[in-house]
């Protein structure tokens, strides 16, 4: 949320410089994330002043009309200036740029240079005077502009054009604090924090002039709108907004449109009430109902954008059709136009699990949804528009052509909580005196009663959506008292076997994210809610049942997921679209099971490659993925956590996998790896190879032993052996290695493949692999006779149980 501290003034007075604003609305729970000096026009016309010129001689340099002059800007020296204006004269005050100012290109939003002291045409200027178009303040470079002014020479030019520099201070608002998302908010905390007054308009001039054209209003919803009020003023002009209403929307990001619709902005993000302007016109019928319409109905919004209605869709309709979304956006026939005269005004209160519902389904985000989703002050309409017509008056004419209407047949009750002293001192760790605790709930607007010796009652208005419970109430005292006023007990201790885990699962996650990272991985977070239809189309691999949403805002976001697959792949989609071809990702979630009526949650680490390996250069042509490429990873991630040895079989019959690996850590099977089915990948719009690997996190964490074991390195030299196997094609090298394993447990430290061959010659149904073997001895250098025996053994072995024909 943006505040502008300009406009922040307005309700209160603050004292304090960036660093302690910064401390004191932190403090009290609204995070300060960056404060930024914002300046009206680029540069802040830093280096520019008030001037006079003394004397102007006219001079000509190929056939160019040029002036010498001697500026007084107040510094007691006359600066020597050329200019080439043909309006510059003596006797003029002038905008004078100095030596060092930086002149920008305003259009474009850069600097061009910066102002020297230098010969021009043959004479020492030091400075420049300027035209509208160098201050950023029009496009007139017809010639300089020429001040009528007695303020001294050397006035710095943002005082003489009235610029005050704001600052737009953006805070990290949480959800729980609706009550903070305006300018007022954020007063009502600096008052409860440093005990000075809110200031509010004053409404007392609100008058109605006469009841001409009154907007009738029907509410068949009372329970989605339990609050509406409007009015109607006549005679206005729909024109440019002021300079000061455009300087504070400017601040915090608004783009100014019209001094009407400029009104509600202001309104909403000052006083924190969204409100809505209609062309009194065109409201049909002159008469507004708030209802719901027929599901499928089409309505077009401000941004001209066709949608298609639900069911439970608040609309603001007239006597024919909708003029607006209630609570979300407005329709584009209705809104504020150049000829607009009549406006009618509306402010309501919505109920906010109905606006929320709504602009989800529109995926709509707008001021106004932000505001009634959280919930707004059901006790500030009144005001709020009353406050609104009278701006209106202002700075667009007019008078109050109707009666207000004020719809609110239930007032939204306050929150009655009961509050207990002993727990106010059991939750803040430390015993406030009562009377300090009194005047904070009051500073807050939270008022006190039926107190004894025991506690009291705190009524809290409903505007503090957030504090219903008593823990909420103390809270509220916590935060203004302030949480760094809790001292630290003398006397600390901790129970260091009970209370620190033995293994931390953050830590070992990220030393893992990291390790991947290091091997051109980058890091995804996905949504654990998914489409029904993809499990669906794996039906078979996901024994359990789907975790359904019973409020589900979408169909595509119905289930929670019992696979990370689907939502890896959406995120590669979303790349691959893009012509990011070539990717490597891994993703820490859970997914979610429904097993025997009983729920259960389970934690994954999902890697995903697809594309290439390298981009092409001019040394190598680029390779496409393999399997190889993601077992590699998924080696390394098991030797981190510890794992020296596993036990892999064939995927078969998957309806995921094209082919793959299962890995199997003491019986278990704690990875699955392979080739992504291409008719499941296409399902997430993926239309190339994609290699996956799901890895049980859940089990590898709680088998992960963190102690480092160290072994000498040998000081004896390794062997390298080499044999060629004609074997069975269905004989894979993971049997090879087993077998050799069984046969030679203490010399042989290291087994590769180096080569694969499959033609006619060896024989229907036949491959050739070349294996190297690595042989060392920790105790001694190995002798020829001990080599030649070891691999006579291993030959053996390989003859014996896989049928393989050596080939030296």
Same mark, same amino acid.
């Given at each position: 949320?943006?505040?502008?501290?300009?406009?922040?003034?307005?309700?209160?007075?603050?004292?304090?410089?960036?660093?302690?604003?910064?401390?004191?609305?932190?403090?009290?729970?609204?995070?300060?994330?960056?404060?930024?000096?914002?300046?009206?026009?680029?540069?802040?016309?830093?280096?520019?002043?008030?001037?006079? @010129?003394?004397?102007?001689?006219?001079?000509?340099?190929?056939?160019?009309?040029?002036?010498?002059?001697?500026?007084?800007?107040?510094?007691?020296?006359?600066?020597?200036?050329?200019?080439?204006?043909?309006?510059?004269?003596?006797?003029?005050?002038?905008?004078?740029?100095?030596?060092?100012?930086?002149?920008?290109?305003?259009?474009?939003?850069?600097?061009?240079?910066?102002?020297?002291?230098?010969?021009?045409?043959?004479?020492?200027?030091?400075?420049?005077?300027?035209?509208?178009?160098?201050?950023?303040?029009? !496009?007139?470079?017809?010639?300089?502009?020429?001040?009528?002014?007695?303020?001294?020479?050397?006035?710095?030019?943002?005082?003489?054009?009235?610029?005050?520099?704001?600052?737009?201070?953006?805070?990290?608002?949480?959800?729980?604090?609706?009550?903070?998302?305006?300018?007022?908010?954020?007063?009502? $905390? @600096?008052?409860?924090?440093?005990?000075?007054?809110?200031?509010?308009?004053?409404? #007392?001039?609100?008058?109605?002039?006469?009841?001409?054209? =009154?907007?009738?209003?029907?509410?068949?919803?009372?329970?989605?709108?339990?609050?509406?009020?409007?009015?109607?003023?006549?005679?206005?002009?729909?024109?440019?907004?002021?300079?000061?209403?455009?300087?504070?929307?400017?601040?915090?990001?608004?783009?100014?449109?019209?001094?009407?619709?400029?009104?509600?902005?202001?309104?909403?993000?000052?006083?924190?009430? =969204?409100?809505?302007?209609?062309?009194?016109?065109?409201?049909?019928?002159?008469?507004?109902?708030?209802?719901?319409?027929?599901?499928?109905?089409?309505?077009? !919004?401000?941004?001209?954008?066709?949608?298609?209605?639900?069911?439970?869709?608040?609309?603001?309709?007239?006597?024919?059709?909708?003029?607006?979304?209630?609570?979300?956006?407005?329709?584009?026939?209705?809104?504020?136009?150049?000829?607009?005269?009549?406006?009618?005004?509306?402010?309501? /209160?919505?109920? =906010?699990?109905?606006?929320?519902?709504?602009?989800?389904?529109?995926?709509?985000?707008?001021?106004?949804?932000?505001?009634?989703?959280?919930?707004?002050?059901?006790?500030?309409?009144?005001?709020?528009?009353?406050?609104?017509?009278?701006?209106?008056?202002?700075?667009?004419?007019?008078?109050?052509?109707?009666?207000?209407? $004020?719809?609110?047949?239930?007032?939204?009750?306050?929150?009655?909580?009961?509050?207990?002293?002993?727990?106010?001192?059991?939750?803040?760790?430390?015993?406030? #005196?009562?009377?300090?605790?009194?005047?904070?709930?009051?500073?807050? $607007?939270?008022?006190?009663?039926?107190?004894?010796?025991?506690?009291?009652?705190?009524?809290?208005?409903?505007?503090?959506?957030?504090?219903?419970?008593?823990?909420?109430?103390?809270?509220?005292?916590?935060?203004?008292?302030?949480?760094?006023?809790?001292?630290?007990?003398?006397?600390?201790?901790?129970?260091?076997?009970?209370?620190?885990?033995?293994?931390?699962?953050?830590?070992?996650?990220?030393?893992?994210?990291?390790?991947?990272?290091?091997?051109?991985?980058?890091?995804?977070?996905?949504?654990?809610?998914?489409?029904?239809?993809?499990?669906?189309?794996?039906?078979?691999?996901?024994?359990?049942?789907?975790?359904?949403?019973?409020?589900?805002?979408?169909?595509?976001?119905?289930?929670?997921?019992?696979?990370?697959?689907?939502?890896?792949?959406?995120?590669?989609? /979303?790349?691959?679209?893009?012509?990011?071809?070539?990717?490597?990702?891994?993703?820490?979630?859970?997914?979610?099971?429904?097993?025997?009526?009983?729920?259960?949650?389970?934690?994954?680490?999902?890697?995903?490659?697809?594309?290439?390996?390298?981009?092409?250069?001019?040394?190598?042509?680029?390779?496409?993925?393999?399997?190889?490429?993601?077992?590699?990873?998924?080696?390394?991630?098991?030797?981190?956590?510890?794992?020296?040895?596993?036990?892999?079989?064939?995927?078969?019959?998957?309806? !995921?996998?094209?082919?793959?690996?299962?890995?199997? @850590?003491?019986?278990?099977?704690?990875?699955?790896?392979?080739?992504?089915?291409?008719?499941?990948?296409?399902?997430?719009?993926?239309?190339?190879? @994609?290699?996956?690997? *799901?890895?049980?996190?859940?089990?590898?964490?709680?088998?992960?032993?963190?102690?480092?074991?160290?072994?000498?390195?040998?000081?004896?030299?390794?062997?390298?052996? $080499?044999?060629?196997?004609?074997?069975?094609?269905? +004989?894979?090298?993971?049997?090879?290695?087993?077998?050799?394993?069984?046969?030679?447990?203490?010399?042989?430290?290291?087994?590769?493949?180096? *080569?694969? /061959?499959?033609?006619?010659?060896?024989?229907?149904?036949?491959?050739?692999?070349?294996?190297?073997?690595?042989?060392?001895?920790?105790?001694?250098?190995?002798?020829?006779? +001990?080599?030649?025996?070891?691999?006579?053994?291993?030959?053996?072995?390989?003859?014996?149980?896989?049928?393989?024909?050596?080939?030296?």
């Amino acid at each position: 949320m943006k505040i502008s501290l300009n406009w922040l003034k307005q309700f209160v007075e603050i004292n304090e410089n960036a660093q302690e604003l910064d401390e004191l609305l932190t403090g009290t729970g609204l995070e300060v994330e960056s404060i930024e000096r914002h300046e009206a026009i680029l540069g802040g016309l830093q280096g520019f002043v008030v001037g006079e @010129v003394l004397t102007c001689e006219r001079f000509e340099v190929k056939d160019k009309k040029l002036s010498l002059t001697t500026v007084d800007i107040g510094t007691g020296t006359p600066s020597q200036v050329v200019c080439g204006a043909a309006n510059v004269d003596a006797g003029q005050k002038v905008i004078v740029a100095t030596v060092g100012t930086t002149l920008y290109d305003h259009a474009a939003g850069k600097p061009i240079f910066q102002i020297t002291s230098k010969k021009t045409y043959g004479h020492l200027s030091e400075g420049m005077i300027c035209a509208e178009d160098e201050l950023g303040l029009g !496009t007139s470079h017809d010639g300089i502009l020429i001040l009528d002014t007695d303020l001294p020479n050397g006035t710095p030019a943002a005082q003489y054009f009235n610029l005050e520099a704001d600052l737009l201070i953006e805070i990290g608002l949480t959800p729980n604090r609706a009550d903070a998302a305006s300018h007022w908010g954020v007063a009502r $905390d @600096v008052k409860a924090k440093t005990g000075r007054a809110i200031t509010l308009p004053s409404v #007392e001039n609100f008058k109605v002039a006469n009841n001409n054209f =009154p907007i009738e209003l029907v509410v068949e919803k009372p329970e989605d709108c339990p609050r509406f009020c409007g009015v109607t003023i006549d005679g206005v002009k729909v024109q440019d907004s002021p300079e000061w209403l455009r300087k504070y929307l400017e601040t915090i990001g608004l783009r100014p449109i019209n001094n009407i619709v400029d009104i509600t902005n202001y309104i909403c993000h000052g006083l924190g009430q =969204p409100m809505h302007a209609y062309d009194w016109h065109a409201i049909k019928g002159q008469k507004i109902v708030v209802k719901t319409l027929e599901a499928g109905t089409k309505f077009t !919004t401000l941004d001209e954008v066709e949608r298609t209605l639900g069911e439970t869709d608040l609309m603001i309709c007239d006597a024919e059709e909708a003029v607006g979304i209630a609570g979300v956006f407005g329709g584009m026939k209705s809104g504020i136009k150049p000829e607009t005269t009549r406006v009618y005004l509306e402010v309501a /209160y919505f109920d =906010p699990a109905s606006v929320r519902k709504t602009a989800q389904r529109h995926g709509l985000k707008t001021d106004a949804s932000f505001r009634f989703e959280r919930g707004t002050d059901p006790n500030a309409k009144l005001f709020a528009l009353k406050h609104a017509a009278l701006l209106i008056q202002e700075l667009a004419g007019g008078e109050i052509a109707s009666e207000v209407t $004020d719809f609110y047949p239930t007032s939204i009750a306050d929150f009655n909580i009961k509050v207990l002293y002993k727990n106010i001192d059991r939750l803040i760790g430390k015993k406030l #005196e009562r009377s300090l605790i009194k005047d904070i709930l009051t500073a807050l $607007d939270i008022q006190i009663q039926d107190e004894n010796e025991d506690g009291f009652n705190a009524i809290v208005p409903p505007f503090r959506v957030d504090v219903t419970r008593e823990a909420d109430v103390i809270e509220e005292i916590l935060r203004i008292y302030g949480f760094n006023n809790i001292e630290l007990s003398e006397n600390l201790g901790t129970d260091y076997l009970s209370s620190f885990p033995a293994k931390d699962r953050d830590n070992l996650q990220l030393k893992l994210s990291q390790i991947l990272a290091a091997n051109g991985f980058n890091e995804i977070i996905t949504n654990s809610l998914t489409k029904p239809a993809y499990a669906e189309l794996i039906k078979a691999d996901l024994p359990n049942e789907n975790v359904e949403i019973l409020n589900k805002l979408s169909e595509d976001l119905g289930v929670m997921r019992q696979t990370m697959l689907f939502s890896g792949l959406e995120v590669l989609a /979303y790349n691959i679209n893009r012509r990011q071809k070539d990717l490597r990702v891994f993703d820490f979630g859970k997914t979610y099971h429904k097993i025997n009526d009983k729920y259960v949650e389970k934690r994954h680490l999902a890697i995903f490659i697809t594309g290439n390996t390298e981009n092409e250069t001019w040394q190598m042509k680029s390779q496409k993925v393999a399997f190889h490429t993601l077992a590699s990873a998924v080696n390394k991630v098991l030797g981190s956590l510890g794992v020296k040895s596993f036990d892999s079989k064939p995927i078969e019959n998957s309806a !995921t996998f094209e082919y793959g690996l299962s890995y199997l @850590v003491n019986k278990k099977e704690v990875v699955k790896l392979g080739l992504v089915k291409p008719n499941v990948a296409k399902k997430a719009e993926v239309k190339q190879h @994609v290699f996956f690997a *799901d890895i049980d996190w859940d089990y590898l964490f709680k088998q992960y032993n963190d102690k480092a074991v160290f072994a000498e390195l040998s000081k004896f030299p390794e062997v390298r052996r $080499d044999l060629s196997l004609v074997i069975d094609k269905t +004989v894979s090298f993971d049997q090879i290695q087993k077998l050799a394993r069984n046969y030679e447990k203490n010399l042989l430290k290291q087994i590769n493949v180096f *080569d694969v /061959y499959q033609g006619d010659n060896l024989g229907e149904g036949k491959k050739s692999y070349s294996v190297s073997f690595t042989l060392q001895d920790n105790e001694q250098t190995l002798t020829d006779k +001990v080599i030649d025996k070891t691999m006579e053994k291993l030959m053996g072995a390989f003859e014996k149980e896989i049928g393989a024909v050596i080939r030296k």
